[in-house]
């Protein structure tokens, strides 16, 4: 995969940011579920190349826009849009993608917002996730069924790497 998000959901967060970038230099890695300043502060340490928030926070997008790397809080309502645009971000996450309406709403905040593009999250699957790449409004889709925490506890990297390579597969029609 070109881009993978550590969320800052597990105590090691920080230290599997370092080693991703170490083991895959080419890779874009960033941090995912930053929620405040302090989580900011340390993505941005540890070499985060951009920063995802599950909610849209003007302190946090801030701060991190002036780090000079891209946010990308979560959206999903016609305000929120638009004070995520009047920051000057026309790229949010969406998310939970499945639990407020996935695609419909999509397309729905698409219309008034001709130039907004979202990645949605929660809720992508390998079953659902070529129907979102599908929609123009669509820039690119989070998914976590390639990186079970069962997989890392069991050591069974050569499943992650297999499931990896399924979902990037899925990018093509």
Not at 113 to 121: A, C, G, L, N, Q
Request: include cysteine; aromatic fraction near 6%; charged fraction near 15%.
């Amino acid at each position: 995969l070109p881009a993978a998000e550590v969320t800052f959901r597990t105590p090691c967060a920080a230290a599997c940011i370092d080693a991703m970038r170490e083991a895959e230099p080419q890779m874009c890695v960033g941090a995912g579920t930053v929620t405040d300043i302090a989580q900011a502060d340390e993505a941005l340490r540890r070499g985060a190349q951009f920063i995802v928030s599950p909610g849209l926070s003007t302190p946090v997008v801030a701060h991190i826009l002036e780090a000079g790397i891209p946010a990308l809080p979560g959206t999903v309502t016609p305000s929120e849009v638009m004070a995520a645009e009047a920051l000057g971000l026309y790229v949010t996450k969406f998310f939970p993608a499945a639990q407020f309406g996935g695609l419909g709403t999509i397309t729905a905040l698409s219309a008034p917002f001709r130039r907004h593009r979202f990645m949605p999250t929660g809720g992508i699957s390998p079953h659902n996730v070529r129907d979102y790449l599908a929609c123009p409004a669509v820039i690119a889709c989070g998914g976590t069924w390639m990186v079970k925490p069962q997989l890392f506890a069991d050591s069974d990297f050569s499943r992650v790497e297999q499931l990896a390579r399924e979902a990037a597969a899925l990018r093509e029609p």
